[in-house]
């Protein structure tokens, strides 16, 4: 693998306090992006030339989420699901495009807060912005901070 | 320190062409295999928790698969007494049988998802795989 940076480093809110954190992007799974692809997954990261900053879907689905989950598998303790609606999509030729139509935006993060996967799944249909399913497969859901409850009486 | 997340990538090197191996790959961030075998624009369904099937955008037709927990996979093979030559890659389809065997959470009734298995042994269960497994997993 080329030498450089070990990471690079995506800001992403921070479900547990509401401010910004930093998730790495890690040289090693890069590298197996740009090697295996699809190229889907490159763009979807990088965003397009014009936009690099902030046009990807990662990037937009990290910082602003319209969901957080937690426990997302049995063996990744800490892990996190961050779901929402970016603006685009992208095709493997490198085209930005509108959103995929019934679909909502993934990326899996895991408790060292290194990426780890992102993609597209269904949405559900009662509720834009959080994959189908997600009441089962989830532990919790950590964003947007449900209010807390008064035991007062 | 790269400024973009194009910089990153384009430090390592791309990206290049071809961009597509259809091969399966190990990640060890998500400690999952996937095998991507069409290089189709796709989206995840979730099978169970430990397989995810990727699917064309185009046509809904099987394009690739993530194996989730493969650490744990490994150890519930390794109490079999099966080992893996993790240099010299060990065929998908151990990964196949025994997450079937021990998956929780089904996203889809039994026979859809008995289906689904079947089909992925006997499209990518051949396929080997290199596994550069985390220190402690």
Redesign the interface.
Known sequence: ??T??AH?P?PALDPLTGRTKTVR????????????????R?FE???D?AD??TG?PV?QVLREPVAVFCGI????HGGTCYTGCPSCAY??GGSKVPP?PG?VF?V?V?PRD????W????ADPDEPGVPL?HQ??FKERIWPRQPQTSSAS | ?????????R??????EP???A?P?Y??????I?Y?WR????????ID?KLTV?RS?ATDDAVGC?I??V??LLKQLGDFGISVDQADGAPLAMFLFVSQASA??W?KDIAEREKTYRYLLERAGRQRVELTMPAGA
Request: charged letters at 30%.
């Open positions: 693998m080329p450089g940076a690079y995506l992007l890690m040289a090693e799974l890069a590298d197996r992006i740009l090697r295996y692809g699809p190229r889907q490159y990261v990088a965003g030339r690099e900053t990807s990037q598998r049995e063996h990744q095709t493997n995929w679909k993934c899996y895991n290194h990426l780890f996967e993609r597209w799944e269904p399913g089962d497969r | 320190m790269a400024k973009t997340a194009a910089d990153f990538f430090e390592l090197g791309g990206p290049q961009a597509y191996r091969e790959w990640n060890p961030n998500g400690d999952s996937h991507h290089p189709d624009e796709f989206y995840a369904e979730r928790d990727y955008m993530q989730k927990g650490g744990a929780r959470d996203q």
